[in-house]
T-cell receptor, first 113, second 111 residues
Framework: DGGITQSPKYLFRKEGQNVTLSCEQNLNHDAMYWYRQDPGQGLRLIYYSQIVNDFQKGDIAEGYSVSREKKESFPLTVTSAQKNPTAFYLC????????????FGEGSRLTVL | QKEVEQNSGPLSVPEGAIASLNCTYSDRGSQSFFWYRQYSGKSPELIMSIYSNGDKEDGRFTAQLNKASQYVSLLIRDSQPSDSATYLCAPTLNRDDKIIFGKGTRLHILP
């Protein structure tokens, strides 16, 4: 089945550690996205990528990094510079273009101990 | 001015009534509009899309768009307890692939 796979589903991290969240899609979508969601809040855009080897900062990129070496993959690294990383992270993809809707993964819940 | 604004709620609606959810957006370049539903602890799922001014109906859901007023709404008829969720509005632009969401409206259907 086509879709988006995020891993791990749950992740615990000690302060000062970098962690990488995986996002893989087999939908052949050009655009991929990372969002952060805090309890009771909406989705805030961290980074997005429209094509391989290119990505743009969203509204809350500080303390995060991404890469887009393959069309199928868009990993997110939460660095130690991110002061409050505990959140629910959602990866999404879209076909791009005029009427693009988002397809979401199941999310990764990161907790900093 | 926030890019996408929604009343955070909670919006409480009796079962069987009509739930009305509203969204305003600031970028006049917005061309496509999407409503997503998100259950607690889950990822969002698309329930409606609308591209032209006017109404678009799909089952119990109706999306309404007024580009001149920069306003899009979602009506849910015959509300069911399973409609209790957070509803997210997401306008999209033609000029790039950036997609910003509103904060979402929490809807609670009262049995």
């Amino acid at each position: 089945d086509g879709g988006i796979t995020q891993s791990p589903k749950y992740l615990f991290r000690k302060e000062g550690q970098n962690v990488t969240l995986s996002c893989e899609q087999n939908l052949n979508h050009d655009a991929m996205y990372w969002y952060r969601q805090d309890p009771g809040q909406g989705l805030r855009l961290i980074y997005y990528s429209q094509i391989v080897n290119d990505f743009q900062k969203g509204d809350i990129a500080e303390g995060y990094s991404v890469s887009r070496e393959k069309k199928e993959s868009f990993p997110l690294t939460v660095t130690s510079a991110q002061k409050n990383p505990t959140a629910f992270y959602l990866c999404a993809s879209s076909i791009g273009g005029n009427r693009r809707r988002l397809f979401f993964g199941e999310g990764s819940r990161l907790t900093v101990l | 001015q926030k890019e996408v604004e929604q009343n955070s709620g909670p919006l409480s609606v009796p079962e069987g009534a009509i739930a009305s959810l509203n969204c305003t957006y600031s970028d006049r370049g917005s061309q496509s509009f999407f409503w997503y539903r998100q259950y607690s602890g889950k990822s969002p799922e698309l329930i409606m899309s609308i591209y032209s001014n006017g109404d678009k109906e799909d089952g119990r859901f109706t999306a309404q768009l007024n580009k001149a007023s920069q306003y899009v709404s979602l009506l849910i008829r015959d509300s069911q307890p399973s409609d209790s969720a957070t509803y997210l509005c997401a306008p999209t632009l033609n000029r790039d692939d950036k997609i910003i969401f509103g904060k979402g409206t929490r809807l609670h259907i009262l049995p």
